[in-house]
């Protein structure tokens, strides 16, 4: 039986919603998913905008759906349509509304938005005793005095607490083998709740020391699943530990795409939260075809065919990511912001790191040299994790057996700006536009030849090594990436 006027209208606005989700899901699968619809449903209508419009809509390649030039053409007006539509649906933009109630704030839809695949664990901790009337400064002098090595657990790190707590003049850092036993009783969940709040709040209001950060490092790498380390053979670690405020695109990802395709294995670990889009950098991975692994097979195997992989830090040491999601009981970073992006989980000879603020790089440095660390590379950044912003002159330390070389990289502020795109894509799918061509983005494409170029510097094996040749190789990568 024919369709009516009315229906006909209705089942084509619908087709247009679906020919949307396409489009930005890139696969019949993530559509579905996105409009909460079967497969099935989406393929069929796939069939239907098909013989609408007598095109094939979607060319199938070995990473997914690609559009055809006429849907790309569509593109951007059934964009328009889908946001009117759910706008409507919202109720924005109406003249009356009923202002006795407000709606929970909305988090901004930039195209990020997926929860992390490996879920944040809860933190594993081991009930104390009752606690006591607070004890003289002799009594806790004895105390302290009494408590050797072999003591419990929760005895050696109420000590290291008492070492760290007391204030100016009358408490020191803790050395390096306190230092790795504190937290290591805190990874094996057999601290007290307050002993963990107690130890990470007061070495950060102090200020962490590097024999602190290298004692919590090694710490850590103990930790980290047997099977992880030099057996996979990456060439280069590259840490992204972003927090969750930081709202702009993950150009890095792009530039680690081209190290891994100059023939450099590359490693990324990171953690991004634990919101709605906690998988942010997962969900950048994936869409950067760079696999995402949770063992050390998978990471093995990736780097083997892909000369990439992303591993989330909750798949290498998931206490440490439970401790991350104190933050907002803290309302401030602790050690382990500091001590996560020097891990280097699989032993590769070189490291690239982001270093915020004047004295972080020196401390990383020193870090560096009391782990052993070969070779490690500090980009100058006002984030922890390394990506270069070309508009601002950027220092580039690179420590090499024990050698440091700086690098200046002067700003180019003749780039254009990469504002929120008005053209009608989210910022995930500007993101890979950018890298498909479909998008051109000066500075954006100037952010990721300049990351790759710092990468390829840090990946260097030659103390000789300049920067310039490295970007310039950079520079030939981003030409022919699409080859």
Known sequence: MAEDGG?????????????????????????????EMQVSSVSRMLGDLRELYGDPIFIRTGRGLKPTPFAETLRLRVRAVSEEVNALMRGEGWKERDTTTSAPAQTPQDGWQRRSIVLSPPLAATRGDHLEA????????????????????????????????????????????????????????????????????????RGPTAVELAGFTRAVREAVPAGVGNDLGADLDWPAYVSPRWRSPPWFMHAAKLVAGAGHRVLMHGHFGNGADSGKLEEAAERASIPICVTAAEASAALASHGIAYMPLAALVPQVTAMFNLHPLFGTRTPLHNVA?????????????????????????DVAKLLGMESMTMVTTIRSFAQITPTRATTVMRMMEGEDISVVIPARPALGSTAAPTSGYTQREYWQAVWSGAARDELAEATVIYTAATALFAVSRESAARFEDSLRRATELWASRKR
């Open 7 to 35: 229906q006909l209208q209705i089942n084509r606005t619908k087709l247009l919603l679906v020919l949307d989700a396409l489009l930005r899901e890139g696969s019949v699968t993530g559509a579905a998913a996105s409009l």
């Open 341 to 365: 992006p020097l891990i280097n989980p699989v032993s590769a000879p070189a490291t690239i790191v982001g270093a915020p603020g004047g004295a972080s790089r020196f401390i990383y440095r």
């Open 134 to 205: 607070e004890p003289t400064s002799a009594v806790i002098a004895r105390q302290i005095a009494s408590i050797g090595d072999n003591a419990d657990p929760q005895r050696r790190l109420a000590k290291y607490i008492a070492l760290t707590s007391p204030g100016p003049g009358r408490s020191r850092p803790l050395e390096a083998e306190e230092a790795r036993d504190a937290l290591a009783i805190i990874l094996r969940g057999e601290a007290d709740p307050v002993q963990i709040g107690a130890l990470l709040s007061t070495v950060q209001y």
